[in-house]
């Protein structure tokens, strides 16, 4: 009874009127560091198994000079890597995604890319672990993977190609909390413990 959990809320305004650049192929997308436990090998391994002339990965975030050898390991001409991008320019950089993919080995809480895919109606394909598992629903706003298995990655990666339809029907069930509504259920939480530390104080 102490303890209340409360998703944060977002300022859609930023995502309003994003429009999907139109795309031959099917584009998957990764945001984030390019760290071992993001599973960016994993997604790399998993892309060089797709056939280039139907999708593309995009690739954003900083290349460590120690860990260039991720650029030896795309043996697929349809993975590119783009660096870090300005947050700014974050509508920009999802009008041109169609699939984010989100494929971490560790447990993360909230990812804020996920809330941002969703905010631009973009699907999600993610590890079912943690709390990327409870944001992505499978089927519905996305699809979840056995975490660090390549193959099943492929596999969820390729429903996407193979139905492409699936993107705009999980994209109609992308719902992010607005900031407004969070601070007025905090709002209405707040006066409620308000309101019952008042009884227990006329009680004694």
């Known amino acids: 009874d102490k303890i209340i959990y409360m998703d944060y809320g977002f300022n859609k305004d930023l995502f309003n009127g994003i429009k999907r650049n139109p795309s031959i192929k099917i584009r998957f997308g990764f945001l984030g560091r390019l760290v071992p436990v993001k599973g960016i090998s994993l997604l790399i391994d998993a892309f060089n198994e797709i056939d280039h002339s139907k999708a593309e990965l995009t690739i954003y975030g900083k290349l460590p000079s120690s860990h260039m050898f991720l650029k030896e390991r795309c043996l697929n001409s349809g993975i590119n890597f783009k660096g870090c991008y300005n947050y700014k320019e974050i509508s920009k950089v999802l009008s ?81 909390r607005s900031i407004q509504k969070d601070a007025k259920e905090i709002e209405k939480l707040y006066f409620k413990l308000l309101e019952k530390k008042e009884v227990q104080l006329i009680a004694h």
């Open 96 to 176: 041109n995604i169609d699939v984010l993919v989100t494929p971490s080995i560790w447990f993360e809480n909230s990812p804020l890319v996920i809330h941002e895919a969703f905010l631009a109606k973009i699907p999600v394909i993610t590890s079912n672990l943690g709390g990327m598992a409870e944001l992505v629903i499978h089927e519905k706003n996305g699809l979840l993977f056995e975490p660090g298995n390549v193959e099943d990655l492929t596999e969820k990666i390729n429903i996407f190609i193979k139905n492409p339809k699936l993107i705009e029907k999980y994209s109609q069930e992308t719902y992010v």
